[in-house]
């Protein structure tokens, strides 16, 4: 029998799913150091949080989070890497690297990984923005992100 995922308000269910996902956060960040503690902090059973840790967790990391990794051909002169890193903060990325090789012949080339589970607008109308900044050059998506060419 194959596993058949539904999406439901986490107001329908009971109370300790969201608990269970509480406790995998505080583990996550370092905020507690053991299952047990985790269990406690939130207030559900250790056995509770084994039971549900692997069935329960929210809609987006369920496979909805995704890395996006962009390469960009930015104008060397100040504030055009600041644009840039302020367009994906206005979006709703969570920048996880960065990297700007040096100046050659008046630009750089950057690429920057973001995380899009929060992103607030579309993988094409990020894009977009960003080609609209001035001092970019250039922008496309590095490996699966072709697409946005």
Do not use: C, W
Not at 26 to 34: D, E, F, M, V, Y
Not at 56 to 63: I, N, W
Request: hydrophobic share 40%.
């Amino acid at each position: 029998m194959s596993d058949e995922y539904y999406i439901v308000s986490s107001n329908a269910l009971p109370e300790v799913f969201a608990k269970v996902v509480q406790a995998k956060r505080l583990l996550g960040t370092g905020a507690a150091h053991s299952a047990a503690e985790a269990a406690r902090l939130v207030g559900i059973s250790r056995s509770a949080f084994y039971k549900y840790k692997d069935a329960v967790m929210p809609y987006r990391e369920g496979g909805q989070d995704r890395v996006l990794t962009i390469q960009s051909m930015l104008e060397d002169k100040p504030g055009v890497l600041s644009s840039m890193i302020t367009s994906f903060f206005d979006a709703g990325a969570n920048i996880l690297t960065v990297n700007q090789n040096i100046p050659s012949n008046g630009a750089a080339y950057v690429t920057v990984s973001v995380s899009t589970a929060n992103m607030d607008i579309s993988v094409p109308e990020l894009f977009d923005r960003l080609r609209s900044l001035d001092g970019v050059i250039s922008v496309s998506g590095v490996g699966g992100e072709s697409e946005y060419p």
